[in-house]
T-cell receptor, first 109, second 113 residues
C-alpha cells in the first residue's frame, strides 16, 4: 500500500465550478498535511497546510482533514484556467514528508 | 525574502559520467531536503539534513549518489556514475524545522543519454 494515494485524474472541470481533490494516507500517526500546486515544468508551490480535523479556508481553497478516516481533501471553488496544474498531497510524520503522485486538474474555459 | 536557489537548471550528460547539483536554502532554514521527481510521479525524498547532520538518507542510492551540507547552509548532491534511470528533476527544498512547511527551489532537470 502506498503511503499517500490520490485520485488518479486527470480531472476536468468547467470554469467557475468546484474542483474536488481527494487524498488518503496509511500512517495513522501522521500529524501535518499539505497541498502543493505544481505547474507543468515548474517546482511544487505550497498552497495549503492543515494540522487539525475540520476545514481550513484560504481564499478559493478549502482543505478538509479527517484523521479518523485518514483522509484529506482540497476544494477549489470558482475554478479558473490559472488553476490548471497538478496538485500534490503531502503527509508528514515526526520527520518525513511523503508525497502522493498528484492529480492533474484542467479547467475548461 | 529570497527563495531556494539551485543550479544548474538543466544538465545533459552521458551515462557513466558524473554530475553535481548545488542548492542554497532560504536564509535561516535549518532543514534541507533533496528530492528526485520522475515525470508523472510525486517527489521522492533522497536525503534530509538538519543543520549539518543527515536525518534520513534511506532512499539515497549510496553506491552512486552522495550529498553533503557544509556549515549548515549550502548543499551539493552528486551522482557518479550516472545511469539512464537517473533522468529526472532534482528538487531542493528547505524548511525552518522538520517536517514543517517546505519551500522548493526551481529544480535541476537532468537528462542522461
Amino acid at each position: 500500500q502506498k503511503e499517500v494515494e490520490q485520485n488518479s485524474g486527470p480531472l476536468s472541470v468547467p470554469e467557475g465550478a468546484i474542483a474536488s481533490l481527494n487524498c488518503t494516507y496509511s500512517d495513522r500517526v501522521s500529524q501535518s498535511f499539505f497541498w502543493y500546486r505544481q505547474y507543468s515544468g515548474k517546482s511544487p508551490e505550497l498552497i495549503m497546510s492543515i494540522y487539525s480535523n475540520g476545514d481550513k479556508e484560504d481564499g478559493r481553497f478549502t482543505a478538509q482533514l479527517n484523521k479518523a478516516s485518514q483522509y484529506v481533501s482540497l476544494l477549489i471553488r470558482d475554478s479558473q484556467p490559472s488553476d490548471s496544474a497538478t496538485y500534490l498531497c503531502a503527509v508528514a510524520n515526526d520527520y518525513k514528508l511523503s508525497f502522493g503522485a498528484g492529480t492533474t486538474v484542467t479547467v475548461r474555459a | 525574502e529570497a527563495g531556494v536557489a539551485q543550479s544548474p537548471r538543466y544538465k545533459i550528460i552521458e551515462k557513466r559520467q558524473s554530475v553535481a547539483f548545488w542548492c542554497n536554502p532560504i536564509s535561516g532554514h535549518a532543514t534541507l531536503y533533496w528530492y528526485q521527481q520522475i515525470l508523472g510521479q510525486g517527489p521522492k525524498l533522497l536525503i534530509q539534513f538538519q543543520n549539518n547532520g543527515v536525518v534520513d538518507d534511506s532512499q539515497l542510492p549510496k553506491d552512486r549518489f552522495s550529498a553533503e551540507r557544509l556549515k549548515g547552509v549550502d548543499s551539493t548532491l552528486k551522482i557518479q556514475p550516472a545511469k539512464l534511470e537517473d533522468s529526472a528533476v532534482y528538487l531542493c527544498a528547505s524548511s525552518l524545522d522538520r517536517p514543517n512547511e517546505q519551500y522548493f527551489g526551481p529544480g535541476t532537470r537532468l537528462t542522461v543519454t
